[in-house]
């Protein structure tokens, strides 16, 4: 008998994407998987056509009565995945694609080979373009404050990077395989041991949005549980899908501060006092002046 899978998917607002996801993942010859649909409070038709749509289906939906974000959403659908007594647990966002039938398979595979991996990060095509890896090692405060201040020049830099390093969406192979242990991992797709979710204790339920990446991160890294990125199971990611549509861009990158400066509050002992205090000002001026400078040059071309 082959592993047990549960796979959690977070739905707000976009019950056609959650569809087209469980129908993809449907298609998946990996034939021990559970798929676990959790709904965010939504404000439209989700729950009335998913919970018609998984009754017919035989999959596991949870309606949320409260919107509480990424992490306490998907705790629902942790708990619901132990309780099946899954042995991994594949989080992902309802607009992720998976390039092959064979995907879960192979990394089901992979992992049953290195037991000691507590969670995998597969490489990332967003929106075209191949994401680096989240995180090599752990940030460093000193560089943030940097960045705060000069983001206007790295992201002219980045922004000449990006346009020269477009990925072929329709590659199932991807050439240059990166394999490495990582500190944190792209959340949009993770998938973790049953061992290490218990051990880490799900995720911290302190954040709406943004940053969780890093606090699961730096809870394995105090509980010495390996995580590596390997970008041969890439996946494909409409970034924001959801996010941009309900969300106000001001609004995200409030949240997406709050969730950073909450990270380095609750789990970074190392930045304290005056370097927090630094470090929480630099984060303010990012978002009251760098990114309304970003916009406007971007439309500017």
């Avoid at 630094?278 to 406007?296: G, Q, T």
Wanted: a positive charge; hydrophobic letters at 40%; glycine letters at 6%.
């Amino acid at each position: 008998m082959k592993p047990l899978v549960g796979v959690v998917l977070l739905n707000y607002m976009s019950y056609d994407l959650t569809i087209k996801c469980i129908e993809m993942l449907k298609e998946q010859i990996y034939d021990n998987l559970e798929i676990i649909v959790v709904d965010n409070a939504s404000k439209n038709d989700s729950v009335v056509v998913l919970q018609e749509y998984c009754k017919k289906e035989n999959i596991f939906f949870y309606q949320s009565c409260i919107n509480g974000g990424y992490a306490k959403g998907n705790n629902i659908g942790i708990k619901e995945a132990l309780k099946l007594e899954a042995e991994y647990i594949l989080i992902m966002n309802n607009d992720v694609i998976l390039p092959r039938t064979s995907w879960l398979e192979e990394l089901v595979g992979y992992l049953e080979k290195r037991p000691s991996i507590g969670l995998l990060g597969p490489g990332i095509y967003t929106n075209g373009n191949r994401d680096p890896v989240l995180m090599v090692s752990k940030p460093k405060w000193q560089q943030e404050v940097f960045v705060n201040f000069f983001r206007i020049p790295f992201w002219l830099i980045g922004k000449k990077r990006r346009s020269t390093h477009v990925a072929d969406e329709k590659k199932n192979v991807v050439d240059n395989v990166v394999e490495k242990e990582v500190y944190a991992v792209s959340g949009c797709c993770m998938m973790f041991t049953s061992k290490c979710i218990q051990k880490i204790g799900g995720f911290d339920e302190g954040t709406f949005l943004y940053n969780e990446e890093l606090i699961v991160g730096e809870k394995c890294l105090k509980n010495k549980i390996p995580i590596v990125y390997n970008s041969r199971f890439h996946v494909l990611h409409e970034h924001g899908a959801t996010i941009k549509q309900y969300i106000q861009i001001k609004q995200q990158y409030k949240l997406e501060e709050i969730s950073r400066m909450y990270y380095y509050k609750k789990f970074r002992e190392d930045v304290s006092g005056w370097k927090y205090w630094v470090l929480n000002i630099s984060a303010k001026f990012n978002r009251m002046v760098n990114v309304p400078l970003i916009f406007y040059f971007d439309k500017k071309g």
